[in-house]
């Protein structure tokens, strides 16, 4: 197995989300996979770092992707926050296909890399093939 | 009806640990590791799992509140047991982080008994089992909730045909209230034991029913290999250790001597050092114990018999290169004659000592061995051996002289010519052989004399000689018949020696005083 660096990251989490949102995409359709591509890595990562690690990691990638996408900042009021992943899908579902897209993309790519960092390569790449066993087809990893 | 059932024993794959055990963790018995926080329970529960799963044995690991698993899988991975390949394979985590936070006790068995069920485990374990206790104490009657829940667990997770560990931090009052104690059929208790600035490990096998395990603390050590234990030694009624320690079956010949590489030094003790004793090698500083004790080692290679020489003085370097004897211990250490071993000081035990001694006695072959000295051992040992040392160092003469090992430990002592001491340790009745150097003033020198104090079931010189050092290492002289008073310090030519001054009167002597230790 290559090494699991930015741009394989990157490459795995644009085919999960091309696999998600199909042929017509607009930013909604974007937004929705992104959903799906959450919660099918979030099963997967779940037993074995815990809820409450996947919910602080997605806190974190939050928190970091809003310095490249700004607009990804909360933007909802308290009483209608429904976690890290929701807003960044509220944001996403707002902007233009390219560009959520492109975001999305980033998203994954530091959500999985800080898994690698933390859990290192072969668990990541383990989990990654459970959670999105029909984006690697493409990747070079 | 006389058959009885057989209980399989399971390698832990932790060295030293079946041993302690009493010959391997029992299957499907059902057991806690229990101890404070760093004791190091989480390391021996995973490194304990890696080893028994494979191809026809998995393991579920349920990670509770304790330790994040993020963190856990971060820090466990540093380890070479942990095996990446085996994640989501062999070995799974189930995470219950919500289930104990969200639910009841019940519920919280329904779901470990759930997952069981659906992948047959060989091995299950619960990190942090304190959480679920902790998770009891919410309830109205807590304590005996915790024990029905404990007893359910053991029995379906036994009956199911796991292995099970529970780990737990514990403090030792919770031992005799606490019904995991109980229920469990194995306790492996882990605790740090500080003594002033120093820390050491030890496991204690508090309970593993169906086996004997060797009773006591025995220390343990974490690398980046993981646990290792040090299994204490007992010494058995006849002197023979007991199973800790793999003794060698040879058996030295009744008659067998062994060189000390000096041929003079070998005739005063009877025609050498009969093979399996303990020789202490006693005398004041600069005397030449350590030259003696590398010659006989040296002699040893010549004669393949292979020695090993424990440091706790001199660096190994200054052995390998050492060449005031004319011994080339590089080469000798090259050639596989020779071991050296020098550990980390001031934070050792007897057993971890003894566990490397008799590792490199099994990789050489070896029959000779030599310890430099007995007090930088001592001072190598954690404070909190120190205070046992005597009794350490009885059980460690004990096991290696009953390998064969014929052995030469060097102690030294402040010279005093008002007593007469072997051992600052009080361990001079401990060994076999006494071996005596001193400083004498002679005709206006300080010189050396070598004596034989004693060789146990054997005859030997009682002579005091005259010794120097050479290039060549241990030459030894005349026998001082002449002269008395030689162990006062100050020595005369006794009455019938003197030629020409019949009329010369002794002069008064200080006196002496035999004070064997």
């Known amino acids: 197995m290559t090494a699991l660096e930015h741009q394989a990251l990157r490459q795995l989490a644009l085919n999960a989300l091309a696999r998600r949102a199909g042929s017509a995409a607009g930013a909604a359709d974007l937004a929705a996979a992104a959903q799906r591509a959450y919660d099918d890595l979030a099963r997967a990562s779940a037993p074995l770092i815990g809820q409450v690690g996947v919910d602080a990691l997605t806190g974190r990638t939050l928190y970091l992707a809003q310095q490249k996408y700004p607009w990804l900042a909360r933007t909802r009021e308290p009483d209608q926050w429904k976690g890290a992943f929701a807003q960044i899908v509220f944001c996403l579902e707002r902007q233009d296909p390219d560009v959520a897209t492109e975001a999305a993309g980033a998203v994954f790519t530091t959500f999985t890399g800080l898994l690698v960092t933390f859990i290192g390569e072969p668990l990541t790449a383990s989990l990654l093939r459970k959670a999105w066993p029909d984006a690697f087809s493409d990747a070079s990893i | ?517």
Do not use: C
């Open chain 2, 1 to 517: 009806m006389t058959d009885r059932v057989a209980i399989r024993r399971l390698p832990t794959g932790v060295p030293g640990l079946d041993q302690i055990l009493g010959g391997g963790l029992p299957e499907f018995s059902f057991n806690l590791v229990a101890g404070t926080p760093g004791a190091g329970k989480t390391t021996l529960a995973q490194q304990i799992m890696f080893a028994l799963t494979g191809p026809d044995r998995s393991a579920l690991y349920f990670t509770v509140v304790g330790e994040p698993p993020i963190k856990m899988l971060r820090y466990q991975q540093q380890f070479t047991f942990f095996d990446i390949a085996r994640v989501n394979e062999s070995v799974r985590y189930v995470n219950l982080s919500q289930d104990i936070v969200n639910g009841t006790l019940e519920r919280l068995l329904e779901r470990i008994v759930q997952e069981v069920e659906a992948t047959s485990p060989g091995v299950v374990i619960v990190d942090s089992f304190r959480t679920v206790a902790q998770a009891a104490g919410r309830a109205q009657n807590g304590d005996l909730e915790l024990q029905h829940f404990v007893q359910q667990l053991a029995v379906r997770l036994t009956s199911w045909e796991a292995t099970t560990f529970l780990v737990g931090e514990y403090q030792p009052s919770e031992v005799e209230q606490n019904p995991v104690f109980t229920v469990a059929d194995g306790v492996l208790w882990l605790l740090q034991s500080l003594d002033r600035n120093s820390m050491v490990r030890k496991m204690q096998i508090m309970k593993m029913r169906g086996q004997a395990p060797i009773p006591g603390l025995h220390t343990f050590r974490i690398t980046d290999d993981g646990v290792q234990v040090f299994p204490r030694v007992i010494v058995g009624p006849e002197g023979k250790s007991q199973p800790a320690v793999d003794v060698a079956t040879r058996t030295p010949q009744p008659r067998e001597r062994l060189s000390t590489g000096v041929k003079e030094l070998d005739d005063m003790l009877g025609g050498g050092i009969p093979a399996g004793y303990s020789v202490l090698l006693a005398g004041p500083s600069g005397s030449g114990k350590s030259v003696l004790a590398t010659q006989f080692i040296s002699e040893g290679a010549h004669r393949d018999e292979p020695g090993v020489i424990a440091v706790f003085e001199k660096r190994p370097t200054q052995y390998a290169q050492d060449d005031s004897s004319g011994l080339r211990y590089e080469r000798l250490v090259r050639e596989g004659k020779v071991g050296i071993i020098h550990t980390r000081p001031l934070d050792l035990s007897i057993d971890e000592m003894l566990h490397e001694i008799v590792n490199a006695i099994h990789r050489l072959k070896a029959r000779r061995l030599m310890i430099d000295s007995l007090s930088g051992f001592e001072l190598a040992l954690a404070p909190t051996f120190r205070e046992d040392f005597r009794e350490s160092l009885y059980r460690m003469v004990a096991v290696l002289t009953g390998m064969g090992i014929t052995m030469m430990m060097t102690a030294e002592l402040e010279d005093s010519y008002l007593d007469l001491r072997f051992s600052p340790h009080g361990t001079a009745f401990l060994t076999d052989a006494i071996i005596m150097q001193r400083y004498i003033e002679l005709k206006g020198q300080l010189q050396r004399v070598m004596a034989v104090v004693k060789v146990r079931g054997s005859a030997h010189s009682k002579d005091l000689r005259a010794f120097d050092i050479g290039e060549q290492g241990i030459v030894m002289g005349a026998t001082l018949g002449e002269y008395e008073g030689l162990l006062t310090g100050s020595p005369e030519l006794i009455p019938s020696a003197l030629s020409d001054t019949d009329d010369e009167r002794p002069r008064r002597r200080r006196g002496l005083r035999p004070t064997r230790r």
